[in-house]
């Protein structure tokens, strides 16, 4: 299967500035091992001990894979994954 993935702002350094990829897989984990295979830096901004960081929220179709079956979310042809990163900072004040 072959699925848009949406990149966001601040990971897009680690993709070469695209705003979107093409990528294979019939889950999401699939999906994220075939990107993360090709823009290696991308792993460490996602992954934790090889699984998904916590602070990293992913959406199939609008909805949050936690929220389904994970990693193991299976993907159609022609789904949009979305990798959302939790931001952090702010005033400590």
Do not use: C, F, K, W
């Amino acid at each position: 299967m072959t699925v848009a993935v949406r990149i966001p702002p601040t990971l897009r350094a680690e993709v070469g500035g695209a705003r979107e990829l093409s990528a294979s897989g019939a889950t999401v984990a699939d999906v994220i091992e075939d990107i993360v295979g090709r823009y290696p830096a991308l792993g460490g901004q996602l992954l934790e001990d090889g699984e998904l960081a916590s602070y990293v929220n992913v959406y199939v179709g609008g909805e949050d894979i936690r929220t389904r079956e994970g990693l193991e979310t299976p993907v159609r042809e022609g789904d949009q994954l979305i990798l959302l990163p939790a931001m952090a900072g702010g005033s400590g004040s």
